[in-house]
């Protein structure tokens, strides 16, 4: 008779905890899309700093414009609606629509500027007063954004929240930016090429700075855009008013046609160029 052999516990495999990517904290992650999130707004390439600068000049001349054709109230009613309707239509696009997002950015350059001047030449508001009180809103509305998601970087635009935010700023900086822009031409009595010239040099600031001197990138960003507002302003001002004023004397509504036409022509480039890309890659 032999001994019955051990019984030995059935050997399985040890069981661990399922592993699971940890969580940053909002203020510290990555401003990159989310996985399944389209981005809503282009790509930081040097065409997005020219079609930038031209919507600027084409806001501004348009915004002289219409005040002087139809009134400046008016002029914030029409404007008004026609922004409302643009941003309506951006915000139901789930990814970036080229000729969509620049029209929004168009109407947000044609009402903040008749607005900001409307601010003075109807309230009697000094530039220096609005200057400061544009940026204090710009301030506010910069840390409500990073208060709320964690971040401003524009990587990070796939949410209507986020781009409801975004287009706060930016409305923010035109008024800025229109404030500022007549704050040196008239005010201090740089005139309009004056102004230009400044804000050129000012404008390559931020890029230098976050190159050279570890300035981030998301502080350059906002910084070079608030400078694009006065400085694309300035030159289509400069084109736009009579001689006697120190221009080109070529008028408003010709400066905004010229412009305007310029902004359709490259927006139209790029949206055929991608497509080209796109059935090559195909």
Same mark, same amino acid.
């Given at each position: ?110 009402? $903040? &500027?008749?607005?900001? #001047?409307?601010?003075?030449?109807? !309230? /009697?508001?000094? =530039?220096?007063? %609005?200057? *400061?009180? @544009? +940026? ?40 800025? $930016? &229109?404030?500022?822009? #007549?704050?040196?031409?008239?005010? !201090? /009595?740089?005139? =309009?090429?004056? %102004?230009? *010239?400044? @804000? +050129? ?82």
């Amino acid at each position: 008779m032999t001994a019955p052999e051990p019984q030995t516990e059935p050997q399985t495999e040890p069981q661990t905890e399922p592993q699971t990517e940890p969580t940053a904290h909002p203020a510290t992650a990555t401003p990159l899309a989310r996985p399944g999130h389209l981005a809503r707004v282009p790509e930081l390439t040097v065409l997005f700093w020219v079609l930038k600068i031209l919507t600027t000049g084409m806001g501004e001349t348009a915004s002289d414009y219409l005040a002087h054709t139809i009134g400046p109230v008016i002029a914030v009613g029409l404007s008004g609606i026609a922004l409302v309707a643009a941003l309506a239509g951006q915000l139901s696009a789930r990814r970036y629509v080229p000729w969509l997002y620049w029209t929004t950015v168009a109407m947000v350059s044609v009402f $903040g &500027t008749v607005a900001a #001047d409307v601010a003075h030449v109807g !309230l /009697g508001v000094p =530039y220096a007063v %609005s200057t *400061v009180a @544009f +940026a204090v809103a710009l301030a506010l509305v910069l840390w409500l954004w990073h208060r709320t998601e964690g971040t401003l970087s524009v990587h990070s635009i796939d949410t209507t929240r986020r781009e409801l935010f975004y287009w706060a700023t930016v409305l923010t900086t035109f008024a800025l $930016g &229109t404030a500022a822009g #007549d704050l040196t031409a008239v005010t !201090l /009595g740089l005139g =309009y090429l004056g %102004s230009a *010239v400044l @804000f +050129a040099v000012a404008f390559a600031v931020p890029a230098v700075a976050h190159l050279r001197l570890g300035l981030g990138a998301v502080a350059a960003f906002w910084t070079a855009y608030v400078i694009t507002r006065p400085l694309g302003a300035s030159v289509a001002d400069w084109m736009g008013v009579s001689v006697a004023r120190g221009g080109l004397g070529l008028g408003t509504g010709a400066v905004t046609l010229a412009w305007a036409a310029a902004i359709v022509i490259i927006v139209g480039a790029a949206v055929v160029s991608g497509r080209a890309r796109a059935a090559s890659a195909d």
